[in-house]
C-alpha cells in the first residue's frame, strides 16, 4: 500500500510545517508494531526526542545508541548531507559510534531524520520502501494509524 510518512507537524497543531516521504508498506499494524517494539526496548518516550523539540533538530542519546545497536549504516549521513565521508582524511570515521564519539550531541537534519527513522523501523520489521513522490495517497499519523508517533517536529523552524 502506498502512503505518505509525515516528518514535522503534520496535524498544524503547532508550527504547521512538515514533509511527507511517499513509501510503500504492507500494512500499518507491522508500522505500529515496530514502534512498539521499539519502545518497549529503548523507553515509552523515544519517540519524543527523534528530533521533535521545536527549533531543536537533536535526537537523544537513546535514539543515537538504537541506531548503533542495529549497526546503522554510516552512508545513511551522507546520502542525508549531513557528513562527507570524502571530506574526513584519517579514515577513522567507519560507523555510527565513531560519529557520534567524534561529533557528540549533533543537529540533525530533516533528510537524516527521515532516513534514520525509516531505517530503524525496518531494523524491526516495519517493511517500509521509499517511493518517488506522488499525489492522492494518504497519509500515515495518529489519527489514520492508531499508536503511531511522527518525529522530526524539531527540525523547522
Not at 498544524?12 to 500494512?27: A, E, F, P, R
Not at 518497549?40 to 521545536?54: K, T
Not at 565513531?98 to 523501523?121: G, H
Request: a negative charge; proline letters at 5%; glycine letters at 6%.
Amino acid at each position: 500500500m502506498k502512503a505518505y510518512l509525515p516528518f514535522g507537524d503534520w496535524s498544524g497543531d503547532g508550527h504547521s510545517q512538515y514533509d511527507d516521504v511517499l513509501v510503500d508498506i504492507k500494512s500499518m499494524d507491522d508500522i505500529s508494531l515496530a514502534q512498539q517494539k521499539i519502545r518497549q526496548e529503548y523507553g515509552e518516550n523515544f519517540f519524543n526526542n527523534y528530533a521533535n523539540n521545536y527549533g531543536e533538530p537533536k535526537i537523544s542519546p537513546e535514539c543515537w545508541q538504537a541506531l548503533i545497536d542495529h549497526n546503522m549504516p554510516i552512508d545513511i549521513l551522507e546520502e542525508s548531507e549531513m557528513l562527507d565521508l570524502d571530506d574526513i582524511f584519517d579514515n577513522t570515521m567507519r560507523n555510527i559510534n565513531d560519529f557520534i564519539k567524534k561529533y557528540p550531541n549533533p543537529y540533525v537534519s530533516l533528510e537524516f531524520v527521515e532516513y534514520s527513522f525509516i531505517w530503524l523501523l525496518n531494523q524491526y520489521g516495519a517493511n517500509i520502501t521509499i517511493l518517488p513522490d506522488d499525489e492522492d495517497i494518504p497519509q500515515i499519523n495518529g489519527w489514520t494509524c492508531s499508536d503511531f508517533r511522527s518525529v522530526g517536529y524539531g527540525c523547522f523552524e
